[in-house]
Every structure is written in C-alpha cells, then in structure tokens.
C-alpha cells in the first residue's frame, strides 16, 4: 500500500486553476465533488436542469467565479 498521506496536497496541486465542468453539479455527488474541487482551488462550471436548484448550489457554495448552465429540462 503507497503512502497517500499527502493525498490532498497532490489534489491541490493537480486542480489548481483547472477549469472543470460538472454536470449534474447542482445537488448529491455533483455537488459535494464541486465543493471538494472548490477546496482545492479550482475554477467551476456546474451544469444542471433545475433552475432551483442550481440556484440553491450557488448559494450554498458561495464562490463568486463559479459560473452556472441551466441545461434543457425537457
């Protein structure tokens, strides 16, 4: 088993000031891996259907350079 004790230190360092679309980043797993990305210093577009909640995402992320795409909800 490697040593992956400065496993986020590597995160850091391969996200930082990627951009990275998320689709489905509005609620569940999309949400809380544009949280961890965020932590790590990346730049985020979340793509989703629901207008609510990509509104509710925006609030509770809180990042200003975070950009948000309604996708078709058909």
Do not use: E
Request: glycine share 10%.
């Amino acid at each position: 088993v490697k040593n992956i004790s400065n496993w986020g230190g590597v995160m850091a360092m391969l996200l930082k000031d990627k951009r990275i679309v998320i689709i489905g980043g509005s609620s569940g797993i999309g949400l809380a891996t544009a949280q961890l990305a965020l932590a790590q210093g990346a730049k985020l577009i979340i793509a989703g259907r629901s207008l609510s909640k990509i509104n509710q995402a925006d609030k509770f992320l809180n990042h200003a350079t975070t950009q948000y795409i309604q996708l078709d909800n058909k």
